[in-house]
């Protein structure tokens, strides 16, 4: 599976983006997805997931409320809402996938095999 993020740019705080990750392949169905992110001089962390169904989703704490992960199986595709969007949420944003993450999995990296190369969010102030 190869995954291809996009939609990042440059927003004001309280503003909105939706990230997309494009997946190749005709797997993308049965596989659990997350989101990532980077900000600079961190470490990468957990952002959400979604299982393959898009059925249970889960958050990470300082989000909940303002993002929304889903997906679209029928598009080899997966989405990150962002609303309400916050200077602290400026980072590299990752789409990760794996089929072990099918029904749920741990908020860690190292469950997901597959990655896409990011897209930078920047918010400012």
Do not use: H
Request: charge should be positive.
């Amino acid at each position: 599976v190869q995954l291809q993020a996009s939609g990042g740019g440059l927003v004001q705080a309280g503003g909105s983006l939706r990230l997309s990750c494009a997946a190749s392949g005709r797997t993308f169905s049965t596989y659990g997805m997350a989101w990532f992110r980077q900000a600079p001089g961190k470490e990468r962390e957990f952002v959400a997931q979604i299982d393959s169904t898009g059925g249970r989703t889960y958050y990470k704490d300082s989000v909940k409320g303002r993002f929304t992960i889903s997906r679209d199986n029928a598009k080899n595709t997966m989405y990150l809402q962002m609303n309400s969007l916050k200077p602290e949420d400026t980072a590299v944003y990752y789409c990760a996938g794996s089929l072990r993450c099918a029904y749920y999995c741990n908020p860690s990296r190292e469950e997901y095999i597959y990655w896409g190369q990011g897209t930078l969010v920047t918010v400012s102030s």
